[in-house]
């Protein structure tokens, strides 16, 4: 079929090596098969293709440290999910066509070249879960838009990453082992027009920088498993934290002048940006249409202490938050109704303190909503909406709330509970009430005791207690003569 130019043979069970001898095609998908053997001999004679899709095989071999995409067509290579062995070559060609490299989930080891990634065309590049080591390299060229490194062994970054040219889309650095202070990461981030920042899982440490509100792009940050402290920057409440429609990857391919018509239906499926985001306690994929919908902030299980600032209640688009497993303190700020797209809010595993305010019930879209292990006190605000829907699991570890879905009734507390420093100071009265009495009669019997062993207390006791009520008798009978 010497005018076949597509060929679509993904999900199946085909076995064996690939063939040498489609060098017209111009579109081939085997993904997803048991295809085997080494890839880059092959791949070099396939100088027509411009999709090639082999994700999910079990091809091997290392890259030839020689091996260029200059003398090939290829706009889009993804050889994902294979056995893939070695090191990154140090050239790949700067006068290559590639656009979009695809290389997880294989055992590439070692640093990531300077010269691999500074391709003049490259825009998309995911060389996630493998075993990279070394510094984060610098993409000094604007054409790169998505970045794909997160499930390595990087343990550093460089100080000028990116230029004020870039347009920056993505950045994941997920599960590295970094310790760099990102301050001067976010510096040069400054005018990529970043939009998703993922640094979940490292060892970063400091309070988090200021300069990060000047990301005003920004739709997705995870800062979370980190060693961040300090407190949480209040001008995190002054950006927009709603998607713009950047995370387009068709938009910033621009395959149309390449495609026509002829392939856009094929590439659909490939040309989506991907983002892992843990909401609703659940890490989800978000995935193209889905993502352009999602915003959100996970700052936890860092050391970040101080208060919740107030400003975050302006943040008015946003749909997840998640601040739990820190060390904050004071009360839930009442900008928190103001919360009005949100669905996910988790502040568990703080020190937090105070009532719930009682206007979150008005938050129509809260689906899982978190304050347990905190020392929140008062009632449970009305079980109205989504509030109906949070059970006890909610709550739980909170000793001083009462009320619906807990077992702890309210009824004790009618009345203004006594008050500490203008706060409401939830003490169980029947609790005082009992541990009082008793107190009392540890004291009684505490004399008796004593009393019945110390004979010369015993006398010098009831001395006391006969002139004390001598003198009585006495001040009655005066007082009794002289009103006759």
């Not at 294979?82 to 070559?89: D, E, T």
């Not at 000047?214 to 998607?243: A, K, R, V, Y």
Request: charged share 15%; proline share 5%.
């Amino acid at each position: 079929m010497n005018s076949l130019d597509t060929l679509d043979l993904s999900n199946n069970h085909l076995s064996g090596e690939i063939p040498k001898n489609m060098s017209q095609l111009k579109f081939l998908s085997l993904s997803n098969n048991n295809l085997d053997g080494a890839l880059f001999p092959t791949l070099s004679t396939m100088n027509q293709l411009m999709f090639l899709f082999l994700d999910g095989n079990s091809l091997s071999g290392n890259i030839p440290n020689d091996f260029s995409f200059s003398n090939m067509s290829l706009l889009l290579l993804d050889v994902s999910n294979n056995l893939l062995v070695g090191k990154l070559p140090r050239r790949v060609g700067n006068e290559s066509s590639l656009k979009m490299l695809i290389m997880s989930n294989n055992n590439l080891e070692g640093p990531i070249p300077t010269e691999f990634v500074q391709q003049i065309s490259l825009v998309y590049l995911d060389t996630s879960h493998n075993k990279l080591t070394n510094f984060v390299p610098s993409f000094v060229y604007p054409s790169m838009r998505f970045i794909h490194l997160s499930h390595n062994r990087l343990s550093g970054l460089t100080k000028t990453m990116f230029t004020n040219s870039s347009s920056l889309v993505t950045l994941d650095l997920r599960y590295n082992e970094i310790t760099s202070n990102i301050q001067e990461l976010i510096q040069d981030l400054r005018y990529t027009g970043l939009s998703i920042l993922l640094l979940k899982g490292n060892h970063l440490t400091g309070h988090i920088p200021k300069q990060l509100c000047q990301l005003e792009d920004l739709m997705l940050l995870d800062l979370s498993h980190n060693n961040f402290d300090g407190p949480i920057p209040s001008c995190l409440g002054q950006m927009h934290f709603e998607n713009d429609g950047s995370v387009d990857l068709q938009q910033a391919l621009d395959y149309h002048y390449a495609l026509g018509s002829r392939y856009s239906f094929s590439l659909h499926q490939y040309l989506q940006e991907q983002v892992e985001f843990t909401t609703k306690q659940i890490s989800y994929t978000y995935t193209g249409k889905i993502l352009s919908y999602m915003s959100g902030i996970d700052l936890s299980s860092n050391k970040l202490n101080g208060s919740i600032p107030y400003e975050l209640g302006n943040l008015a688009k946003i749909h997840g938050m998640n601040l739990s497993h820190n060390y904050l303190t004071g009360e839930i700020p009442a900008t928190f109704s103001n919360l009005a797209q949100i669905e996910s809010l988790d502040l568990s595993f703080n020190k937090l303190s105070g009532n719930i305010p009682p206007q979150l019930s008005e938050l129509t879209f809260l689906a899982v909503f978190s304050v347990a292990h905190n020392n929140f006190s008062g009632a449970i605000p009305n079980r109205k909406g989504q509030f109906m829907t949070f059970d006890e699991r909610t709550y739980q570890d909170n000793p001083f709330l009462c009320g619906l879905p807990l077992p702890k009734s309210c009824v004790h507390f009618v009345g203004q509970p006594p008050t500490i420093d203008g706060h409401n100071s939830l003490v169980d009265m029947y609790v005082f009430y009992v541990s009082f009495a008793v107190s009392y009669a540890l004291v009684l019997l505490a004399i008796t005791i004593v009393l019945f062993i110390n004979p010369h207390w015993r006398r010098t006791w009831f001395y006391c207690v006969e002139m004390v009520l001598t003198r009585c008798r006495y001040v009655i009978e005066d007082n009794f003569h002289k009103t006759w």
